[in-house]
């Protein structure tokens, strides 16, 4: 077992919900900090896996660009958030047989895969939009580029008022006390919830707060309102808090797929990120196929009662089946929108201009195995 230390800022996988219940609040997409870009420190846990200590022996490369490479020399470094999902999915889907070793790493938020990536400790990870924006203003942008999108569900991102309050709708919040986490996708959705009321952050009284310390100041009565995600929104709503507005049409769903420089631009590390990513999309097609089972392992894994992780699995692939995506302009603009709206926050300094950070060059390849699904 390695540790990678880093400080703490959010993703996402098919079951990121489920591992919400390992740090209270963490979002698609994480941690309570996850898609934090704070100083406060945390730690990620590693862990690694070799396809002969999980499988028979090594296979063909799924990917036909792989197919032509030499990559019994490679370790893909895949960083993962909450919990090891992908490894433990890859595992019991009999995806483990590559013909590279994977190395796996548990991160508690996106942020922490980024700096990770920078490092050059990672080659591949998945984090939401929030992280690459704020590791893009690093010195040297992060040694990092988002090659595709995994597309999502947003629910569980919701705007919650506690037990009893007289607020009817967000408009009530002028001069309110209204908690949510600094720098994630619950700050977002507060301020174009506000905007699409008639208000601004500055007509509130806006309290940043860890998800913990948010959940445990609503149902305290501390405050009028919390914008949060994830496990903090399930237990607000088994002590009474009721849902003021959810986020569902406000956040995009995007789940940008980030990968080293060095990944990208090495013929043999580039071809086993694609063999990787093709692997992860049959992974998510045996997840749909035998959703009882991963509920079980899952459920397992994140001490989880099986019928909720069930019940998660089934309403997030009812709202959008998870999936993988090439690149797109909507994707950017999206990612863009968030930089902005930080911007004028006062969070992010001057225009930031996101579009540096995506690059084209695994668009075949994914192309590729879109069209072979």
Known sequence: MRKINNRSVFHFGLAALFSMVLVLGAAGCSSETANNSGSAKAAGTAASSGAEASAPAATEPSSTSAASVDLSGVTLRVGQVGWSEWEEGFKAAGLLDTPYKLEFSVFQGGNLELEAIAADQLDVAATSEIPPIFASQA????????????????????LLIPKGSKIKSVADLKGKKVAYVKNTTSQYFLVKMLEAAGLTWKEIEPVPLTTADGLTALIGGNVDALASYGNSVTAARQNGATTLKDATDILSGNFPVVVNTGAVDDPARHAAVADFLERLTRYYDWTRADQDKWAGITAEKTNQDKADVLTTLQNGEAQRPISLTTISDEAIASQQDIADTFTSLGVLEGKVDISGVWSHAFDDEISQIIAGK
């Open 139 to 158: 010195a040297n942008q992060g040694n990092f580029k988002i090659i595709a999108v995994q597309r999502w569900n947003t629910l569980l991102q919701e």
